[in-house]
């Protein structure tokens, strides 16, 4: 058994599962709509970058559990076929729900002559977004637009980071440290300098998902106890920094997320044990909601559309069409905190069940079919 295996640090990759469950609780409120002013909170509007924090922490677990462990090319396809198990079953559940959702506003459309307020059935996604979704390419390639489930970008890119983390381990050798100092800085720069060649996307998740794996390099087997203090400091400075970003500042200032959340991790798992930040993150609440993140990023978006239906078309409340062309709900303050309720409620209660009966048992069975079969 490695260090990185024991049981004490088990616990703290828990606590990092509790961040990655508030986080992705941010992202559900960025999602939805502003439908009253007192939904505009700079908060929850740069909440976009928690995306990036789940790079950085991905890189951090996946280096913690694999950077000794891929050896032949064996251990690589195993590796690669654990990260497809994890990912894809909740992936094609909810590209095949706005499948559906695209089927009902065509039906409406053509039956009922309602047209959709914001896109076209099948428009955007059509079979070539189909297509790409499936094979999980729909943000790899160059300059695409989202498509489907739109969350399902970070999983396309991930899946195919996860590859060239195994490939490094399993080819760079004794060099392996320095081919992911590396590969962090140049998609550093290249996001700096905007010259990402269209695969920004890409390079987001490389930034992220490496600094990750430094993070994790840099703190492995460190008997250096941090006071406790420091973490609660990087918290504020996180919540700090998403609270005082607006439009106006340089886009460049989203990298600092990646160290922001670096020195999150570090500071968590450099805590002593009986920290109070480190007990406040193990309370049952934060564990399962980290423990569901993942269904909750990705059934979040199905779940909005299907409690805007319901203000727009059963209870009639009125629209306007926003800058962006979009038309959009206009709620009291009561009907919109009533409304973030019922989506908070419905993601959790979907995701609960999306992890209990698919997620979980799938990546059962996948890890099982791995070590036997691969």
């Not at 559309?305 to 800058?323: D, M, N, S, Y």
Request: aromatic content about 14%.
């Amino acid at each position: 058994m490695t260090a990185q295996s024991t049981p004490g640090n088990q616990k703290k990759i828990e606590e990092l599962e509790s961040i990655r469950g508030l986080a992705a609780l941010l992202v559900v409120f960025f999602h939805t709509p502003k439908w009253n002013p007192i939904l505009n909170i700079a908060i929850i509007n740069n909440s976009n970058l928690m995306v990036d924090l789940f790079f950085v922490l991905s890189g951090f677990v996946i280096f913690n559990a694999y950077s000794d462990k891929i050896l032949t090319k064996k251990d690589l396809m195993r590796f690669q076929f654990l990260r497809f198990g994890r990912l894809y079953p909740v992936h094609i559940i909810f590209l095949f729900a706005f499948v559906f959702i695209d089927l009902v506003k065509y039906i409406a459309q053509i039956k009922f002559g309602i047209v959709s307020p914001n896109n076209i059935p099948f428009e955007r996604n059509d079979l070539s977004a189909f297509i790409k979704n499936i094979f999980l390419v729909q943000s790899v390639l160059p300059n695409q637009d989202g498509s489907f489930n739109d969350p399902s970008w970070s999983i396309s890119v991930e899946f195919y980071t996860y590859l060239v983390f195994g490939l490094c381990v399993l080819y760079s050798g004794k060099i392996k440290i320095p081919v992911i100092i590396s590969i962090a800085l140049i998609s550093l720069v290249m996001l700096a300098t905007d010259t990402s060649f269209g695969f920004v996307s890409l390079i987001r998740c490389f930034a992220g998902f490496f600094i990750g794996c430094l993070t994790s390099y840099a703190t492995k087997g460190r008997k250096v106890t941090l006071s406790p203090y420091i973490a609660f400091f990087v918290i504020i400075l996180l919540l700090l920094f998403l609270q005082l970003k607006n439009e106006s500042t340089p886009t460049q200032y989203d990298l600092l997320i990646y160290f922001i959340t670096s020195a999150l991790i570090a500071s968590l798992i450099l805590s002593p044990e009986n920290s109070l930040i480190k007990k406040i993150l193990n309370l049952k609440v934060f564990t399962w909601l980290g423990a569901i993140s993942y269904s909750v990023y990705m059934s979040h978006l199905a779940i909005i559309w299907a409690v805007t239906q319901l203000f727009r078309f059963i209870w009639k409340r009125p629209e306007i069409i926003g800058t962006d062309g979009k038309s959009i709900l206009q709620l009291s303050v009561p009907d919109a905190l009533v409304a973030c309720s019922v989506i908070v409620v419905s993601v959790l209660l979907v995701s609960a069940f999306v992890y209990n009966f698919v997620e979980k048992p799938l990546r059962a069975k996948s890890r099982d079919f791995a070590f036997s079969k691969i």
